[in-house]
């Protein structure tokens, strides 16, 4: 953001020969419209002088958008005062600025976003394996109660009705007319009904629980990743068609090494998921677009098979995209998730050598990427 077309023109051309893609803007409202309109930027360089909104005023508005908030900021300014010395920023250089000072500052400043970052997702790790240690314990708690309970109200269902039929097959010792019918009864095996519902519903969750935490059946044989994904689409294909277009691009040649059940069960959160986030109110233009392309390795990186499942529903809220594969959380209404499906995929994922990360805007849409290792040639199961 520089107002000073020369300053600007002569900043790009720097920047540009040291390798970076450069966006230039002449004043902070400027700014603001192009940042809320682009992919984020790894870092601002923002002169503090400029008319309609200056390099202050900036920082304020982009302080309060959530998706602006944590980008670095490099202030520069002529102004000698205090007051420019002072700008909130993670680093201020006053003009005119030497070439070897503003890209050194430049370079330090994306190692210290990129370590923060790395720090992020180093806490949430050791948050989710935590958590999945006390998923373990508290899934065994609940395992060997629940199976008593649902043992004894299975019992009863089929033992009251039996009983209440001995009950009207025959009079009592004073010579009485069988038993009525009583409603009562019916209540109290709807009742039970009740129970056994929401004690199969626990048994679910803790399921989920031990899926998450510690993986009954983890062999890995080679896979074919788009067979699985078809196979999964064929689960939900009805419900996806009665809400939004399907499109698919599928790569060749996209094998992995995984368990098949557990990586289906990766892609079916993930197109439900897709599924809940579209609007009812706009059916006709609701679309899921799946992408698997095989990427070849990198320097010290293997292949890769990438798999990204694209919405364009409603997003997610800035505020809680930190939170979303935290076991039991959920913005979904109460009754339509338990908030595992994500924390559970985020598991398997890992498991298997890969990532799942997102990217999310409010009211364009979401897009999960789910990146795992390749499979090796003539690999054998594990």
Avoid at 247 to 269: S, T
Avoid at 290 to 318: H, K, L, S, Y
Wanted: glycine share 8%.
């Amino acid at each position: 953001m520089e107002d000073d077309a020369d300053i600007r023109e002569a900043l790009g051309g720097i920047l540009s020969t040291e390798g970076f893609q450069v966006s230039a803007c002449s004043n902070g409202r400027e700014a603001l419209d192009w940042l809320r309109m682009s992919p984020k930027p790894d870092l601002i360089v923002l002169d503090l002088m400029m008319p309609v909104m200056d390099g202050w005023q900036f920082r304020v508005a982009q302080k309060h958008d959530p998706k602006l908030a944590t980008i670095p900021v490099l202030a520069l300014s002529a102004d000698p005062t205090p007051k420019a010395a002072a700008i909130d920023a993670e680093a201020y250089l006053q003009k005119p600025v030497d070439y070897d000072t503003l890209v050194d500052t430049i370079d330090r400043l994306l190692v210290a976003s990129e370590h923060r970052e790395l720090q992020a997702r180093l806490a949430q790790t050791d948050r989710l394996t935590s958590l999945g240690t006390l998923a373990a314990g508290v899934a065994h708690e609940i395992n060997n109660p629940l199976a008593y309970v649902i043992l004894n109200l299975g019992y009863v269902s089929h033992a009251l009705p039996k009983l209440l039929r001995e009950m009207r097959g025959s009079g009592g010792d004073d010579g009485e007319s069988p038993a009525e019918p009583c409603s009562a009864v019916d209540e109290v095996l709807t009742a039970i009904e009740h129970a056994r519902n929401g004690a199969e519903r626990i048994r679910e969750i803790v399921r989920g629980l031990k899926t998450f935490s510690r993986p009954e059946n983890d062999s890995r044989t080679p896979i074919d990743v788009a067979q699985v994904f078809e196979s999964t689409l064929a689960m939900v294909a009805n419900e996806i068609r009665h809400r939004a277009c399907l499109v698919k691009d599928f790569a060749p040649g996209c094998e992995v090494m995984a368990n098949e059940a557990r990586l289906g069960q990766v892609f079916l959160n993930l197109l439900v998921n897709a599924v809940q986030a579209l609007p009812d109110d706009r059916v006709s233009t609701n679309e899921i677009r799946v992408v698997m392309t095989a990427v070849a390795g990198d320097g010290g990186d293997g292949d890769r098979v990438v798999v990204e499942v694209r919405d364009n529903g409603v997003g997610i809220p800035p505020q809680v995209r930190g939170r979303i594969f935290e076991p039991f959380f959920t913005t979904k209404p109460v009754g339509i998730g338990t908030g595992l499906g994500l924390a559970i995929c985020h598991g398997i994922v890992t498991s298997l050598g890969g990532s799942l990360t997102f990217e999310s805007e409010m009211g364009k849409g979401t897009t999960f990427r789910v990146e795992l290792p390749a499979a090796p040639s003539n690999s054998s199961a594990t």
